[in-house]
């Protein structure tokens, strides 16, 4: 069984430090490496990988309580400073909202942190869900798309930028199509903590791109929007 935070945020909710005994291996993913979650996952890290969401949004409209760019790369030295390995680390720019003003964030992001140390760099696109719409208007702010995907031309618009990364990082696409498509649960991350004889057969439950293992189970049980508050 392969562990992950997608019910919130494992950097505000260490809930997740109770489960590690009921699986092989741990996705933590969160947008706030805070003091008690960095003390936790080095104490852990022989069995755990983690995504740093980082969007560039941090402290905007967008994401009203989440740190900025800058505090969480802080953040992320101080994890790797205190032991922490960092080829176990993912930087995830997720979600990106390809337009202008987002592709601009999301690469001054990619910059920031090229000199952690960090190689593996993740990405995916806003999916415009109806509550994510509902959320855009009520806090009135204008729809980047009407679209569930953005137009296809934006998405080429801000992939021929990430170009420019390739070789800096190892890039990776979450629920993707194109090349780089991988899942965020993979055999990568087993053979990176040196544990075998897991079985990453999907059969693609939550959607047709999604290639995450069938043996996969959620580490927090949070059903409502996180503290972040992000839109």
């Not at 897991?198 to 409502?224: E, V």
Request: glycine fraction near 8%; proline fraction near 6%; charged fraction near 25%.
């Amino acid at each position: 069984m392969i562990g992950v935070t997608e019910r919130g945020d494992a950097g505000l909710d260490m809930s997740w430090a109770n489960l590690l005994d009921k699986v092989d291996f741990a996705v933590l993913i969160t947008k706030n490496p805070t003091k008690g979650f960095i003390e936790r996952a080095v104490i852990h890290k022989d069995k755990v990988i983690i995504h740093i969401t980082c969007t560039g949004y941090g402290g905007t409209n967008i994401e009203p309580a989440v740190p900025t760019k800058e505090k969480v790369k802080d953040a992320v030295d101080n994890l790797i400073a205190s032991g922490f390995p960092v080829e176990q680390l993912v930087l995830r720019v997720e979600p990106v909202i390809p337009t202008p003003m987002g592709i601009e964030l999301a690469l001054g992001v990619m910059g920031l942190f090229k000199d952690t140390g960090i190689t593996r760099l993740r990405y995916s696109y806003l999916d415009m869900y109806s509550h994510v719409k509902d959320r855009f208007k009520k806090n009135k702010i204008s729809l980047p798309y009407d679209t569930f995907y953005p137009p296809m031309h934006l998405q080429k618009e801000f992939e021929k930028h990430v170009e420019d990364y390739r070789g800096i990082y190892d890039i990776e696409v979450c629920a993707g199509i194109n090349k780089d498509s991988r899942p965020c649960l993979s055999k990568k991350d087993s053979d990176i903590l040196g544990i075998t004889g897991i079985d990453f057969t999907s059969s693609h439950k939550q959607r047709k791109t999604c290639g995450c293992p069938d043996i996969k189970m959620d580490l927090l049980s949070n059903k409502t929007q996180c503290p972040h508050r992000c839109i």
